[in-house]
């Protein structure tokens, strides 16, 4: 089992950057998957970024690619988003998620077995 604390939301205007941190408990943190994903008002959860746990396979949603990179530190039990250029759009709440020993690297919000309890990302005009 693995517990997740995300952390460095905030409000940001519309071309800055933000770094969000996910730090996870447990000794086998490097067996995991791990994936970021976000939730705006009135939406349904949508998958940002993962990265592998065998492999540094990273992935990314459309609508980040170019701007948002995930990375891990298995020795600190931390993966993190650095988002850049950030729009109004992103403005949601940001989800670090691990997924346990998977085949593939997974997009979707039931593949993944443990949540973080999020982080509010503001995007102001």
């Known amino acids: 089992q693995v517990q997740l604390a995300e952390s460095g939301g905030g409000l940001v205007q519309a071309g800055g950057s933000l770094r969000l941190s996910c730090a996870a408990s447990?000794?086998?943190?490097?067996?995991?998957?791990m994936g970021w994903f976000r939730q705006a008002p009135g939406k349904e959860r949508e998958f940002v970024a993962a990265f592998s746990w065998i492999g540094d396979k990273t992935y990314y949603a459309d609508s980040v690619k170019g701007r948002f990179t995930i990375s891990r530190d298995n020795a600190k039990n931390t993966v993190t988003l650095q988002m850049n250029s950030l729009k109004p759009e992103d403005t949601a709440v940001y989800y670090c998620?691990?997924?346990?020993?998977?085949?593939?690297?997974?997009?979707?919000?039931?593949?993944?077995?443990?949540w973080g309890q999020g982080t509010q990302v503001t995007v102001s005009s």
């Open positions: 998620a691990a997924d346990y020993l998977p085949t593939t690297l997974a997009t979707g919000v039931r593949e993944y077995d443990y």
């Open positions: 447990g000794r086998t943190f490097s067996r995991y998957a």
